[in-house]
């Protein structure tokens, strides 16, 4: 028999242990609310119909917007998104089908290196392939460099999901006659495509706010360009510019592009949320 | 056992796993349109036996097997395994309808998977006799286009025999088809399995010995990988010939 005086104290300790938790929990959320409310209040003021459609002005005039950078940006996640996500959900496939062996295993090792590395480094590593051989600074350099740090995200989250999918449902389509392509195609992958998904949109809100590995390779530009072998502006880059630079109206430009950024980035995160649960 | 015709004969089946000697010289003859039912201690072979009949154990690395399995007058063991898999149907101890895709489309799967086109109007017959043959057309008629992992344990387990005749298989493996249902599920998919051997051959797998005298015509027991004895239920329940069976089928081991 349990006293009935411990009793009391355990479940005192329970109320108490169960409030800890629920306290520490609500602490993290400060952080992220006070960033959001700062980015808000500085950022909302900048935001006008030139904002989004007009190319920033030389400094002393003013106005302007940050058109260019919207494309850049949206460019860059385009290239890196066509190289990184079938790269990766193949990957992520070939590593949850094949769970030993060396070469899985070496895979694995190599996707959670690339994951721990710099992304200044993975500016170089484009710097050094892309834009020293063709001789310019570039789009398509910037998007490989944000492919390299997609690529382990999207692997991950394939493999993490697939593994989850029971192996009943191959042993399913195998009876039925089905090859392992189609089994694959058309069976596992639609099972696990909601963790795909979702794996791909937080990879991509990733890089989306990436600065360093775009300093030598999409390195900015003042215009508009939508030519992939040519430098064009960026967000994080814009950011990175005008909130270093002495203007006033400069800085403006870079509050309301670090709102615009966080938008696209807590949408990103609430949409592969939203996909999961479906 | 000669009032009808073989379909599936094993002679001197072996299998084994890297070292391990699953299946011992197995040889024994299925007959057309009956249910034959394999019985045995848990680790005893069945379900390694079914699984080499539609050449399911061919997924598993350090897999060796000998011998002769005719489906007909074809060696099945030198087919091709996907052409075997489509002659010969399987149901899984566990429901495992495919979760995206509707009641319909689960029907239709084995048409889907291996890229055989239909017309609209062979589908819906397609759907409907299968469904029907499965004992799940009422249940389900005026929701096929739900998912199908909606339906409960037991219709679930329908659903995936339906899937299975769909594509019209000579053979029809259970591999203990009622043993993640309640009672009620199971009497029902029993009944089913009586009504379908009119239909198709079907060879299953069960723990349950009251399930083997209750369904099936012949019954086969396996001991440590051996077939120890094989006969008409009847026989093999009233009077076994070997001590090994009667002790099992008493219950003092297994």
Same mark, same amino acid.
């Given at each position: ?278 | ?64 097997? +000998?011998? #002769?399995?005719? &489906?007909?007058?074809?060696?099945? !063991?030198? %087919? $091709? *395994? ?71 344990? +037991?219709? #679930?387990?329908? &659903?995936?025999?339906?899937?299975? !005749?769909? %594509? $019209? *298989? ?85």
């Amino acid at each position: 028999m349990i006293k009935a005086q411990t009793l009391q104290s355990r479940l005192i300790q329970d109320a108490f242990f169960k409030m800890a938790m629920g306290v520490l929990s609500s602490l993290l959320m400060l952080p992220l609310i006070f960033i959001l409310f700062y980015i808000f209040s500085h950022g909302i003021s900048a935001f006008s119909w030139e904002f989004f459609t007009q190319l920033p002005k030389p400094v002393g005039e003013m106005g302007g917007g940050v058109s260019n950078a919207i494309i850049g940006s949206l460019l860059l996640i385009l290239i890196s998104a066509l190289v990184a996500i079938p790269l990766g959900v193949f990957i992520g496939v070939y590593l949850s089908e094949s769970r030993q062996g060396r070469i899985p295993e070496i895979t694995r090792l190599c996707i959670d290196t690339l994951q721990g590395i710099p992304s200044i480094v993975m500016g170089i590593i484009a710097y050094t392939w892309i834009v020293m051989p063709l001789g310019s600074f570039s789009v398509l350099s910037g998007g490989i460099a944000l492919a390299l740090m997609m690529l382990p995200i999207v692997t991950k989250s394939t493999e993490e999901t697939l593994k989850l999918i029971p192996d009943s449902l191959k042993e399913a389509a195998f009876a039925l006659g089905a090859p392992y392509h189609t089994t694959i195609l058309k069976v596992i992958l639609p099972s696990g495509k909601s963790g795909i998904i979702s794996g791909i949109l937080l990879g991509i809100a990733r890089v989306s706010g990436e600065t360093a590995p775009l300093l030598f390779t999409a390195f900015g530009n003042p215009f508009m360009s939508v030519n992939i072998f040519k430098s064009a502006n960026s967000l994080p880059l814009l950011i990175f510019n005008y909130a270093t630079s002495p203007y006033q109206d400069w800085q403006r430009l870079a509050w309301g592009a670090s709102l615009l950024l966080v938008l696209f980035v807590l949408s990103l995160s609430i949409l592969a949320k939203v996909v999961v649960k479906k | 056992m000669k009032e009808n015709k073989s379909i599936l004969d094993l002679q001197n089946f072996n299998l084994h796993i890297n070292e391990h000697h699953i299946l011992k010289d197995i040889d024994i003859s299925f007959y057309r349109k009956k249910v034959t039912a394999i019985m045995g201690p848990s680790g005893c072979g069945k379900s390694t036996l079914i699984r080499s009949m539609n050449r399911l154990n061919d997924l598993i690395p350090g897999v060796k097997f +000998g011998g #002769q399995m005719h &489906l007909y007058k074809k060696n099945l !063991l030198e %087919m $091709n *395994p996907i052409l075997v898999r489509r002659k010969v149907g399987m149901v899984f101890q566990r429901p495992n309808p495919f979760p995206t895709m509707s009641i319909y489309d689960n029907v239709l799967a084995g048409y889907y998977l291996n890229g055989i086109k239909l017309s609209k109007q062979e589908k819906e017959q397609i759907v409907m006799d299968s469904l029907q043959k499965a004992a799940l057309w009422d249940e389900v008629k005026d929701n096929l286009h739900r998912k199908g992992t909606f339906l409960s344990g +037991g219709q #679930q387990q329908r &659903l995936c025999i339906a899937r299975a !005749l769909a %594509m $019209n *298989p000579k053979i029809l493996l259970l591999d203990e088809p009622t043993s993640a249902l309640d009672p009620k599920a199971t009497a029902k998919i029993e009944e089913l399995i009586i009504e379908l051997k009119t239909k198709v051959t079907i060879i299953m797998v069960t723990h349950n010995i009251g399930q083997a005298s209750r369904i099936s015509d012949l019954t086969a027991f396996l001991y440590l990988g051996e077939l120890i004895e094989y006969d008409r239920t009847e026989t093999i329940f009233t009077n076994q010939k070997h001590t090994r069976t009667e002790e099992y089928l008493t219950r003092k081991f297994g």
